[in-house]
């Protein structure tokens, strides 16, 4: 189950990205660790790489968003990174470069995160499309927040 304040984290995440030039890619919040860790990753705006400094640029007005939000009373570990080139699908280029290949779908659905595993088939304007034991389920883009590739399991 997803933190009760991710979305107030988010929109405020968002808000900071935004202001200092970024975009938000991704909040998540552990709180499984002590203290409680709170991951945020960005991209720039304009599409460049995300260096060191860019990351404690942001880190610094993310931390004082945060203190002056009093979202959480309790201590965290603030962390910032960019998504870089990992697992994760973002570009046109991407979905037809990794098409065929195992992926794993996060998405939102009314008020649940879900995640759907099968071989990317494509994205459309509208879905992004997944083959699951020969069935095709789409999936609306606009519930979609992270497409990642996957290792095949037997």
Same mark, same amino acid.
């Given at each position: 189950?997803?933190?009760?304040?991710?979305?107030?984290?988010?929109?405020?995440?968002?808000?900071?990205?935004?202001? =200092?030039?970024? =975009?938000?890619?991704?909040?998540?919040?552990?709180?499984?660790? /002590?203290?409680?860790? /709170?991951?945020?990753?960005?991209?720039? =705006?304009?599409?460049?790489?995300?260096?060191?400094?860019?990351?404690?640029?942001?880190?610094?007005?993310?931390?004082?968003?945060?203190?002056?939000?009093?979202?959480?009373?309790?201590?965290?570990?603030?962390?910032?990174?960019?998504?870089? /080139?990992?697992?994760?699908?973002?570009?046109?280029?991407?979905?037809?470069?990794?098409?065929?290949?195992?992926?794993? /779908?996060?998405? !939102?659905?009314?008020?649940?995160?879900?995640?759907?595993?099968?071989?990317?088939?494509?994205?459309?304007?509208?879905?992004?499309?997944?083959?699951?034991?020969?069935?095709?389920? !789409?999936?609306?883009?606009?519930?979609?927040?992270?497409?990642?590739?996957?290792?095949?399991?037997?």
């Amino acid at each position: 189950m997803p933190h009760p304040l991710l979305p107030d984290l988010e929109t405020l995440a968002s808000a900071t990205a935004t202001g =200092k030039g970024y =975009k938000l890619c991704c909040v998540q919040v552990f709180t499984h660790l /002590i203290p409680m860790t /709170i991951q945020v990753q960005i991209r720039r =705006k304009d599409g460049s790489d995300v260096s060191l400094d860019d990351c404690a640029h942001f880190s610094a007005s993310m931390d004082e968003a945060l203190e002056a939000s009093q979202l959480f009373t309790e201590a965290y570990v603030l962390e910032i990174s960019s998504p870089g /080139i990992g697992d994760q699908l973002h570009s046109d280029q991407d979905f037809l470069t990794f098409r065929g290949f195992p992926v794993e /779908i996060s998405f !939102r659905d009314d008020d649940s995160d879900l995640h759907q595993a099968g071989l990317l088939h494509k994205r459309s304007d509208e879905h992004v499309h997944i083959n699951i034991k020969g069935r095709i389920q !789409r999936i609306p883009r606009k519930a979609v927040t992270c497409v990642r590739l996957t290792n095949p399991t037997g």
